[in-house]
């Protein structure tokens, strides 16, 4: 597609449920990125893939966040027995791979968690 | 922990040039300037990178000083679309972005 892809736009959760957000990156990009952003910040590393590596997860708050791409395309965010505290926007981005290249962000999931 | 220190907030009349600085007195050789900007309720959106020498596109201008410890984003003509936050940050090309607080610009009439 023409950018990054993220659905849903807005997730209402309650606390204790799992939920999943997904990202389709551009077409051919190597290079997916995951951000956390709370209201008002700016955006904190999650963790990032290269093809369906996931070569960084060091920014992970807890055990309850699993990424995956299993092919190398779409990524999947999902959040286990959510918590208030995971209420931000989570942000996809993507890039052709190593390089000084820019990032492509998408608009990104607003989690609310009630 | 963001290498960059950047103003928190900005005005800048319609129309005229908006100039924002950004100090990053810590960079490495091979680390890039890189700015972007994040418009309400959207994902941050690439304007211009550079490693050593003054960069233009159809955005922006990018100036660096020679010793690399600052740059300043320029854009010729603010328009009120323009009003946003803008970050700076500095990375190795390929490396996660390490965002800071930014600078939030508000283009005024």
């Known amino acids: 597609g023409a950018g990054v892809s993220q659905s849903p736009r807005y997730k209402v959760a309650k606390r204790g449920q799992d939920v999943a957000l997904r990202c389709d990156p551009i077409s051919g990009h190597v290079s997916l990125f995951w951000y956390q952003q709370a209201l008002g910040q700016g955006p904190e590393f999650l963790t990032y893939f290269q093809n369906e590596a996931q070569l960084d997860k060091s920014g992970l708050p807890s055990d309850r966040f699993f990424a995956e791409r299993p092919e190398g395309s779409v990524s999947t965010l999902k959040i286990q027995r959510t918590q208030q505290e995971d209420s931000a926007v989570y942000l996809c981005a993507s890039s052709p791979g190593l390089g000084d290249y820019g990032y492509t962000f998408g608009s990104g999931t607003r989690l609310t968690v009630v | 922990d963001a290498k960059t220190t950047q103003p928190p907030s900005m005005d800048c009349a319609e129309g005229r040039a908006a100039n924002l600085p950004c100090n990053h007195s810590?960079?490495?050789?091979?680390?890039?300037v890189y700015w972007y900007r994040q418009i309400h309720s959207q994902g941050p959106q690439y304007i211009i990178h550079?490693?050593?020498n003054n960069e233009t596109n159809e955005m922006a201008s990018l100036i660096i000083t020679e010793d690399r410890k600052s740059s300043t984003l320029i854009l010729p003509h603010a328009t009120l679309r323009d009003t946003a936050v803008y970050y700076c940050?500095?990375?190795?090309?390929?490396?996660?972005?390490?965002f800071g607080g930014g600078t939030r610009l508000m283009v005024k009439p």
């Open positions: 940050i500095v990375n190795n090309a390929g490396n996660m972005l390490t």
């Open positions: 550079g490693l050593k």
């Open positions: 810590t960079i490495s050789g091979n680390e890039y």
